[in-house]
């Protein structure tokens, strides 16, 4: 019996031994292809959109930049792999992508039950509503009948019925599978309302054909933590591609960006030498060289230059910081330290 126990100790161990290195090995296959393949949306201004010559640009595509720099040493060394709300998820169960970072909330459902990890929150969000002005409508709490335009696949179906079903009202769900096709449902007449998180409302805005006639109201009626997420198995990915993150937060709150960080390496601020890489943990607890947080703030910026780059000041939605400014700046963005 105690022959019979152990041999069944050392299978299970071997078992689980073969699952994890069958699991784990996301950096050895990124560096033996020399290329990230990272989950996008199928565009979204100030997000993941590519231009007139394919080249993709956004908050959650420079997301995957970070780590593209962080482990191969060039940001531009990544394939973007645009991805339905409903494709999203068994493209990164399925291995065809090695992150996926397209404005996907996180809830318990998703983190417990479809094998994925969620590496942090790169935008804190929360669903709203858009309407054309000649409605007259000024709240949400007036959109009582009204057919709303909605993405399918989304967290967006659930919070619009329980918002209903809570307030006693009732809607018309006019469902499409892409949001741009839910934008174009919405300017052409299909809806009276669209419904969505806020920062996409400003970016499809920017697609009507008269943005100005159409206003996005107050109601914020739910949570939506949005960031990049990997499969689970495979801890030394999931630790890379959360620390790529916080290392772009620590970064802002350091005072360190794209075009001072040579300047920082002279510091005597030991929290600046820890995330430069001249002292501390460095990179070997990651898999990683000592230079891979330079490399992510030198190529891509700190969080606040990628924010005021794609959604911010510096570009056309001009959405302010608001959850997303740091903790000590009153939003939310809050990364641990480095040491």
């Known amino acids: 019996m105690i022959k019979k126990c152990v041999q069944g100790l050392v299978t299970s ?7 994890f290195n069958v699991l784990a090995g996301t950096l050895d296959s990124v560096k033996e292809r020399k290329y990230l393949t990272c989950g996008v949306s199928t565009g979204l201004a100030g997000f993941s959109s590519p231009d007139s010559e ?4 956004g908050l959650d595509v420079d997301v995957c930049r970070a ?3 962080a482990t191969l040493g060039d940001e531009n060394k990544v394939k973007f792999i645009p991805l339905t709300a409903k494709e999203r998820f068994t493209a990164l169960q399925s291995g065809e992508i090695d992150v996926l970072s397209r404005n996907t909330t996180w809830t318990l459902t998703r983190d417990a039950s479809l094998g994925l990890n969620f590496a942090g929150v790169s935008y804190y969000d929360g669903q709203g509503f858009m309407v054309k002005k000649n409605l007259g409508v000024t709240s949400a709490l007036e959109l009582d009948g009204a057919s709303i335009c909605i993405q399918a696949g989304t967290t967006s179906e659930l919070n619009l019925s329980d918002y209903f079903r809570q307030n006693k009202m009732s809607f018309k769900p006019v469902v499409f599978d892409t949001s741009d096709s839910t934008a174009k449902g919405f300017d052409s007449g299909r809806c009276d309302v669209l419904t969505s ?9 920017l697609r009507l054909a008269k943005p100005d006639e159409a206003v996005v109201l107050p109601e914020v009626i739910s949570k939506e933590p949005l960031g990049p997420v990997v499969s689970q198995g495979d801890d030394q990915w999931f630790n890379i591609v959360k620390w790529t993150l916080f290392a772009m937060l620590n970064a802002e709150e350091l005072g360190i960006t794209s075009s001072n960080i040579d300047s920082h390496k002279k510091s005597t601020n030991p929290a600046v030498r820890r995330l ?3 002292e501390g943990p460095k990179g070997v607890g990651l898999g990683l060289d000592d230079q891979w947080a330079y490399r992510v703030i030198k190529q891509v910026g700190n969080y606040g230059e990628v924010f005021s780059n794609n959604v911010g000041d510096g570009s056309p939605l001009k959405i302010s910081r608001g959850q997303n400014a740091l903790w000590r ?4 963005q809050y990364a641990p330290p480095i040491r």
């Open 197 to 205: 998180d806020q920062s996409q409302l400003y970016a499809l805005r």
């Open 276 to 278: 430069l890489g001249l």
């Open 329 to 332: 700046d009153g939003g939310l």
């Open 13 to 19: 161990s071997l078992i689980g031994a073969l699952s």
């Open 67 to 69: 780590v593209a720099a």
């Open 54 to 57: 394919g080249e993709w640009s």
